[in-house]
């Protein structure tokens, strides 16, 4: 079993930056694909980010590339989203996952049904 929890959401104004962090328990997390999903009211989880076990590599969902940054502490078992120059779009409840499967395209990890384990989410709101 792995417990997730997101914490970092807030209120901001389009433009500006938050830094979401995903604390994790449990089984050893190094083992574990970490992702960052995204669901806005009325609409389907969507993919965000996706990170390996190490962080050697990361996939990005086309909306967010070149604005938010995944990365991962093993040591603190912490997985983190940088997001800057926020959008009104990018108002979400914004959940952190715990996987096993990695592909070179991208396609598995933005698979919801891929993922064993899933926090709670974390508000993020951004004004216009």
């Known amino acids: 079993q792995v417990q997730l929890v997101e914490s970092g959401g807030g209120l901001v104004q389009a433009g500006g930056s938050l830094r979401l962090f995903c604390a994790a328990s449990?089984?050893?997390?190094?083992?574990?694909?970490m992702s960052w999903f995204r669901q806005a009211p009325g609409k389907e989880r969507e993919f965000v980010a996706a990170?390996?076990?190490?962080?050697?590599?990361?996939h990005y969902a086309d909306s967010v590339k070149g604005r938010f940054t995944i990365s991962r502490d093993n040591a603190k078992n912490t997985v983190y989203l940088q997001m800057n120059s926020l959008k009104p779009d990018d108002t979400a409840v914004y959940y952190c996952?715990?996987?096993?499967?990695?592909?070179?395209?991208?396609?598995?990890?933005?698979?919801?049904?891929?993922?064993?384990?899933w926090g709670q989410g974390t508000q993020v709101t951004v004004s216009s």
């Open positions: 996952a715990a996987g096993t499967s990695w592909d070179i395209s991208g396609k598995v990890v933005a698979d919801v049904e891929k993922y064993d384990y």
């Open positions: 449990g089984r050893a997390f190094s083992s574990y694909v």
């Open positions: 990170i390996t076990w190490v962080g050697t590599a990361t």
